[in-house]
């Protein structure tokens, strides 16, 4: 059981270019959500999802597009990368049902320059 | 919306001292508050949560109380040790609500 899995770790991107962060579970959970964590800040949430074929907008949408095409994964798409993107990414996953903990992937490192 | 508040957002402290970060909340309808701490360079990993039908909970040397009158609710974590040093982050959410409401943080240095 390898709860939350995210890829790649780190990466390096040139402004404009794009890029998919890729997330998995393997817990089955309906819940998934997406989170950018900047330097000795916060959570701000991106997009979430309740299953799969349904996303929503989180705090700060802008400039991110997800999917959710099955209920294990969850990626989140940058089309033009921007420096204000540079950010530590984190996706998480919950069961279903009332009051029920968020699991954390491991978070992609990501410097757009 | 909801909107959760932490204090202190730095804390220090000697090894064994006792260390207490408070967070409110603004909805009364929130009922589940979740604690996750946070390692440099690391996920956030709960540590602890509590829901509004009980006013305390303990886990070792970690507890959360509640005031729902109050809206506020705070970690407690005794006989520090270096290893608790990290960013610790309060959260909040209701029932039928997707998604959490995360406080700022606050970073705890327990220095030996």
């Known amino acids: 059981n390898a709860g939350v899995t995210q890829t790649p770790k780190f990466r390096i991107l040139k402004i404009g270019q794009s890029m998919t962060l890729q997330c998995t579970q393997d817990m089955n959970h309906n819940y998934m959500y997406w989170y950018r964590q900047d330097p000795g800040m916060g959570l701000k949430l991106i997009y979430y999802s309740v299953g799969a074929g349904i996303t929503d907008k989180g705090e700060v949408p802008n400039g991110y597009n997800v999917s959710r095409s099955t209920t294990e994964d969850f990626p989140l798409r940058l089309e033009l990368a921007a420096p204000s993107q540079t950010s530590v990414y984190f996706c998480?996953?919950?069961?279903?049902?009332?009051?029920?903990?968020?699991?954390f992937g491991d978070g992609t490192r990501l410097s757009i320059l | 919306g909801e909107n959760v508040e932490q204090h202190p957002s730095t804390l220090s402290v000697q090894e064994g001292d006792s260390a207490v970060i408070k967070c409110t909340y603004s909805d009364s309808a929130s009922n589940y508050f979740p604690w996750y701490k946070q390692e440099l360079g690391k996920r956030p990993q709960l540590i602890i949560d509590i829901r509004s039908n009980v006013g305390e909970k303990k886990d070792q040397r970690i507890a959360v109380t509640l005031n729902k009158t109050a809206k506020h609710f705070s970690l407690h974590i005794t006989e520090t040790q270096p290893e608790d040093s990290a960013v610790y982050f309060c959260a909040a959410s209701k029932e039928g609500f997707q998604k959490l409401v995360f406080g700022t943080g606050t970073r705890l240095l327990v220095s030996p």
């Open positions: 998480a996953s919950r069961k279903s049902g009332l009051n029920q903990p968020q699991h």
